[in-house]
């Protein structure tokens, strides 16, 4: 029904029409044909996005000219906050939104609507080592393929046609793939946490086959555990060299109110590094322990944050540290979640900034390099960070309660903002 509806138009007509008046017999092939349209709206208002990602950096360009920083980090973080998300996940928006400059065939399908954003990351994450002529080339050819494709046939398709243009280009890229070796941990729900580990496929998947095996064989003698807890557990006890890896010594840092401290209610516990778990898991960690070091770190009761005192000194203490990873749990920047790697003075020290835990903030890597670019300023009100862009756009960041009590009305980063004209000068 909605087939033949132009894209721009899609949306205003699916919320115009009455379902409930169709006929029984074609009131879900409606909707489905809906469903279709407003792919069609989703991917074209991402192509649109992109486009404007495109000239944004190339005005950024212009304006910060040579010896000024660093326009694509700029822009990273301009798009970061404005959509609300991660520097990580913004530069892989900005990175697609360069590389259709040279993919123009693309891009009109992608403003169309007849290829998802997903295909269109696929095609260009593959055809990134391909320069000049090679990619006007596969630019008309993959096109004429896309449509229909899944992101996963797209990719391999492109992989075929870039090997096919380049093969000394697709070596170095495959080799410099593989050197991006890496470990990562992401905390689950109750409790849990998920390691990933990226390196070359062969020596993962042999590590895989050789807990596969030996969680089998102890199967197959009577063990009974699961598969997955023989695999997880002997996968500790390699890499830790510990007998039973409940053996671990660990530093607790338990964050919680004065009730919880007492027994008195049941409130969640904020463990440092994780996130929120029950007060019967964070006694159990502490017991399972052979030598633990508990630090009990209680919260203000107005607000929910954590409040200390640190010493005047250029770095950041341990304690003080701790603190700011206690306090902030993630990175500060605006619509950032990844874990804090560097302790950032928001009044910079030069210029007479404290080192405390008020004048400290969390950041990850990119959104410390974001902060020092040309045309950003942080400042603070109260207990909030505010973010000013160099478009003068304004971004508060606010500490999390670590132990909310009113559900998702709390939040570490909110969106907010004022636009407002700024010279970059």
Not at 13 to 27: I, K, L, N
């Amino acid at each position: 029904m909605f087939t033949e509806v132009a894209t721009e138009d899609a949306l205003r007509d699916v919320r115009a029409h009455d379902f409930g008046a169709d006929p029984a017999q074609e009131c879900g092939a409606n909707r489905i044909d809906a469903i279709t349209a407003l792919e069609r709206v989703v991917a074209s208002a991402r192509a649109e996005q992109a486009a404007q990602i495109s000239a944004l950096h190339a005005e950024r360009v212009e304006v910060m000219g040579l010896g000024r920083g660093d326009p694509t980090v700029s822009v990273i973080g301009e798009v970061a906050m404005a959509r609300n998300v991660g520097p990580g996940a913004a530069g892989t928006q900005v990175g697609v939104a360069l590389s259709l400059e040279r993919l123009q065939a693309v891009a009109a399908l992608f403003g169309a609507g007849l290829v998802p954003e997903a295909v269109v990351r696929a095609v260009v994450t593959e055809s990134a080592s391909l320069h000049g002529d090679d990619k006007i080339v596969l630019d008309g050819e993959i096109s004429e393929m896309l449509p229909g494709l899944t992101a996963r046939q797209a990719s391999h398709a492109t992989a075929r046609m870039v090997i096919r243009l380049d093969a000394e280009a697709a070596r170095e890229r495959a080799e410099r793939n593989r050197a991006d070796q890496r470990v990562s941990m992401f905390p689950d729900t109750d409790g849990v946490a998920i390691l990933q580990v990226r390196g070359p496929a062969e020596q993962i998947l042999a590590t895989h086959q050789a807990l596969d095996a030996r969680a089998r064989a102890l199967k197959a003698a009577g063990d009974e555990r699961t598969l997955g807890q023989i695999m997880v557990q002997t996968l500790v006890q390699r890499v830790t060299g510990l007998v039973r890896p409940d053996d671990i010594d660990v530093e607790v840092q338990l964050v919680m109110d004065a009730k919880t401290l007492l027994g008195e209610d049941g409130e969640p516990v904020h463990l440092v590094g994780y996130g929120p778990i029950s007060p019967d898991i964070a006694d159990d960690l502490i017991a399972r322990a052979p030598d633990p070091t508990i630090r009990r770190l209680l919260v203000d009761p107005v607000d929910g944050t954590l409040v200390v005192r640190d010493l005047r000194r250029r770095r950041f203490t341990a304690p003080s540290r701790s603190h700011i990873r206690a306090r902030d749990r993630v990175c500060r920047q605006p619509g950032c979640d990844l874990q804090i790697r560097d302790d950032d003075h928001i009044h910079a020290f030069a210029d007479g900034g404290l080192t405390t835990a008020a004048n400290g903030q969390g950041l990850c890597k990119r959104s410390h390099t974001i902060k020092s670019q040309p045309g950003w300023v942080v400042t603070t009100e109260g207990k909030a960070n505010v973010w000013q862009t160099p478009t003068g756009h304004n971004y508060r960041s606010d500490p999390p309660a670590v132990l909310p009590r009113d559900g998702p009305g709390t939040s570490a980063n909110s969106g907010d903002h004022w636009p407002r004209r700024r010279s970059l000068g």
